[in-house]
């Protein structure tokens, strides 16, 4: 190379590096432009149309849980069970104190008498109020409270009489039976001991079959239908799966996460399964459908929510997304709701962004 070719190129090069000082981002994307644009990187939403495969986290439940409560505190005569016995619908848990429990159904027959009686008052006064109030009987303050304390009134006695019937209808038999197969999962009474109003004192938990409960994203509310087979992993008993129909599916979405829950049903003759247990459930939806997945980078978490920049017209603005694990690859996310499938995605340089601003992209 001849010496005015060497200063040519360096001539060229310093005017390439001022060229880039003057123009470009420094240090890549979430840099600063010179104009005080903000550089990212970004990527297209890309979108598949698949039958897509599911895989979801999920819980074991007991097919059915009954809690054993009084509306007042009850003494305890006799207890016919310990915990983790396994008993029959019908079968004999404990008996209560005859005598203490007559008493209490006495006095809940005084307060509703009580009850009944200001009721009466009330409806009178409410009635005639114009009139007392003219005759300087009431006050204004009374006047006006008149409406809501009858009301509050009638609410406790609707709720007292209750509490009266089911007693009355457990007078005839101060025994504790089972209302179901299944076992004594909670046990909080002994003999002589008095248990408070609305302590639970006995829980009987029905395990065959159990539930397998999880959550359904709504974008993929088509997946699943009652009847439909799933097939399940549970956590303690590895390499071994199962298949299940599915028994129920929630008419509503949790508004909070934007999912529905949904069980099945698996046979447990041997209690082998425990409500608690983990599990996942696999299956694969019975309709193709635009499957839009982002760089799992690409998402951003604030307050429990998930959102991300999409840039249009040069500039970024936030959008609240809804997201799942892409089973493809642990780098990518599935978009459930939030995506036009023709956006452009920030990857990089989301940490400076504001809704709004306008960026230049960082190739």
């Given at each position: 190379m001849s010496p005015h070719q060497t200063k040519t190129v360096t001539w060229c090069l310093a005017l390439y590096a001022?060229?880039?000082w003057v123009g470009c981002s420094r240090g890549g994307p979430g840099g600063i432009f010179s104009d005080g644009k903000i550089s990212v990187s970004a990527d297209k939403v890309v979108v598949e149309e698949r039958e897509p495969t599911l895989s979801l986290p999920a819980v074991l439940e007991p097919s059915e849980k009954i809690e054993i409560q009084f509306p007042f505190d009850v003494k305890i005569d006799r207890v016919a069970v310990n915990l983790g016995d396994t008993v029959k619908q019908g079968d004999l848990l404990g008996t209560l104190n005859d005598q203490d429990f007559n008493l209490k159904l006495a006095q809940l027959r005084a307060e509703r008498l009580e009850q009944e009686t200001l009721l009466d008052k009330n409806n009178y006064f409410l009635r005639n109020r114009d009139r007392l109030l003219e005759e300087g009987k009431i006050d204004k303050s009374m006047y006006d409270s008149l409406e809501s304390e009858t009301k509050s009134i009638d609410a406790r006695?609707?709720?007292i009489k209750a509490d009266?019937?089911?007693?009355?209808?457990?007078?005839?038999?101060?025994?504790?039976?089972?209302?179901?197969a299944g076992m004594v999962s909670v046990k909080n009474i002994s003999p002589g001991a008095t248990v408070a109003a609305h302590q639970t004192l006995l829980a009987i938990v029905k395990n065959d079959p159990v539930f397998i409960a999880f959550n359904m994203p709504a974008a993929d509310a088509g997946a699943v239908a009652k009847g439909a087979n799933i097939q399940i992993t549970i956590e303690n008993f590895p390499g071994k799966n199962w298949t299940a129909p599915i028994v129920f599916v929630a008419p509503e979405l949790d508004s909070a996460s934007h999912h529905f829950n949904v069980k099945a049903q698996l046979a447990n003759p041997n209690q082998i399964f425990k409500g608690g247990m983990e599990a996942e459930v696999r299956f694969t939806s019975p309709t193709k459908a635009k499957i839009?997945?982002?760089?799992?980078?690409a998402v951003l978490q604030e307050l429990g929510k998930e959102y991300l920049y999409v840039i249009r017209q040069n500039r970024a603005w936030r959008v609240r997304v809804y997201t799942k694990k892409s089973l493809e690859s642990p780098d990518l996310l599935e978009i459930m709701e939030g995506l036009q499938p023709n956006d452009l995605v920030v990857t990089e340089g989301q940490e400076k962004l504001k809704e709004g601003i306008e960026v230049n992209l960082w190739r």
């Amino acid at each position: 190379m001849s010496p005015h070719q060497t200063k040519t190129v360096t001539w060229c090069l310093a005017l390439y590096a001022s060229f880039c000082w003057v123009g470009c981002s420094r240090g890549g994307p979430g840099g600063i432009f010179s104009d005080g644009k903000i550089s990212v990187s970004a990527d297209k939403v890309v979108v598949e149309e698949r039958e897509p495969t599911l895989s979801l986290p999920a819980v074991l439940e007991p097919s059915e849980k009954i809690e054993i409560q009084f509306p007042f505190d009850v003494k305890i005569d006799r207890v016919a069970v310990n915990l983790g016995d396994t008993v029959k619908q019908g079968d004999l848990l404990g008996t209560l104190n005859d005598q203490d429990f007559n008493l209490k159904l006495a006095q809940l027959r005084a307060e509703r008498l009580e009850q009944e009686t200001l009721l009466d008052k009330n409806n009178y006064f409410l009635r005639n109020r114009d009139r007392l109030l003219e005759e300087g009987k009431i006050d204004k303050s009374m006047y006006d409270s008149l409406e809501s304390e009858t009301k509050s009134i009638d609410a406790r006695l609707s709720r007292i009489k209750a509490d009266v019937a089911l007693v009355e209808n457990q007078a005839h038999a101060l025994s504790i039976t089972s209302p179901i197969a299944g076992m004594v999962s909670v046990k909080n009474i002994s003999p002589g001991a008095t248990v408070a109003a609305h302590q639970t004192l006995l829980a009987i938990v029905k395990n065959d079959p159990v539930f397998i409960a999880f959550n359904m994203p709504a974008a993929d509310a088509g997946a699943v239908a009652k009847g439909a087979n799933i097939q399940i992993t549970i956590e303690n008993f590895p390499g071994k799966n199962w298949t299940a129909p599915i028994v129920f599916v929630a008419p509503e979405l949790d508004s909070a996460s934007h999912h529905f829950n949904v069980k099945a049903q698996l046979a447990n003759p041997n209690q082998i399964f425990k409500g608690g247990m983990e599990a996942e459930v696999r299956f694969t939806s019975p309709t193709k459908a635009k499957i839009m997945t982002v760089p799992a980078k690409a998402v951003l978490q604030e307050l429990g929510k998930e959102y991300l920049y999409v840039i249009r017209q040069n500039r970024a603005w936030r959008v609240r997304v809804y997201t799942k694990k892409s089973l493809e690859s642990p780098d990518l996310l599935e978009i459930m709701e939030g995506l036009q499938p023709n956006d452009l995605v920030v990857t990089e340089g989301q940490e400076k962004l504001k809704e709004g601003i306008e960026v230049n992209l960082w190739r």
